[in-house]
């Protein structure tokens, strides 16, 4: 049975998709920068600039602003309109931090429901289910006993997804964060010649990085969440 528009396998299932007019299936990103006192307050506004350039970035991916939202001092939220997106905007997050050294990182729990039509920029606001949900991913991820940074509620797939990715990201190193974020903000055709540009580096340098970043087997799982629908 062929799903709605802005639906995914799974939670079109769960949601049943019975949006009314003024609802619609979104992807929310609720994240809070990983021991921000430490960071101190110059640090964190750096983070926070580089944060809404990453969701400036992504907004060819999901046609329209992310209406990137800061709260709670060290917190932050961002609405995905296209929800097969998530996983590689959660990972354009966490690189394009990474990128600048280890001791920049953010947590982020992903929240997939039904929310109201999207009016106003500031998403604190906004108590919809999926904004309850990634709430509660956000709780999962900082409560972790094991050292987790991205959590999920919801999809069984993307959560299996995320935590694996969760895992290979953790280990990038600040060149393979800048390598990687490239990779996953730029459309499709040449990549690696595009972001050797972008990077200022060979294409070989740029194939060893991601090669060493796990890119190849991110692809594949990035490959079936965009397109499992098509």
């Given at each position: 049975m062929a799903t709605k528009k802005g639906c995914i396998s799974g939670i079109a299932t769960y949601f049943g998709c019975a949006m009314s007019e003024n609802t619609q299936v979104v992807t929310v990103l609720n994240g809070d920068l990983v021991n921000s006192t430490a960071l101190g307050a110059e640090?964190?506004?750096?983070?926070?600039?580089?944060?809404?350039?990453?969701?400036?970035?992504?907004?060819?991916?999901h046609g329209g602003s992310l209406l990137f939202t800061r709260h709670r001092g060290d917190g932050w939220q961002v609405v995905l309109?296209?929800?097969r997106y998530a996983l590689r905007s959660v990972l354009a997050f966490r690189a394009r931090l990474r990128s600048y050294g280890p001791e920049f990182d953010t947590y982020i729990g992903v929240g997939t429901g039904p929310a109201s039509i999207l009016?106003?920029?500031?998403?604190?606001?906004?108590?919809?289910?999926?904004?309850?949900?990634?709430g509660a991913a956000l709780e999962t991820a900082k409560n972790a006993t094991m050292d987790m940074k991205l959590a999920s509620w919801g999809n069984r797939e993307f959560c299996s997804m995320l935590s694996l990715a969760d895992y290979m990201s953790?280990?990038?190193?600040?060149?393979?964060s800048a390598t990687m974020y490239q990779m996953l903000v730029t459309s499709s055709g040449a990549k690696f010649t595009k972001?050797?540009?972008?990077?200022?580096?060979?294409?070989?340098?740029?194939?060893?990085s991601v090669e060493g970043a796990g890119y190849p087997y991110l692809f594949s799982a990035l490959h079936f969440q965009e397109h499992q629908n098509d």
């Open positions: 640090k964190v506004e750096m983070a926070f600039e580089r944060l809404q350039k990453v969701a400036k970035d992504l907004e060819a991916w309109r296209e929800p009016e106003s920029p500031n998403l604190n606001e906004y108590t919809d289910k999926a904004f309850e949900l990634s953790a280990s990038w190193t600040a060149t393979q972001v050797a540009k972008k990077l200022g580096k060979s294409r070989q340098a740029v194939a060893k």
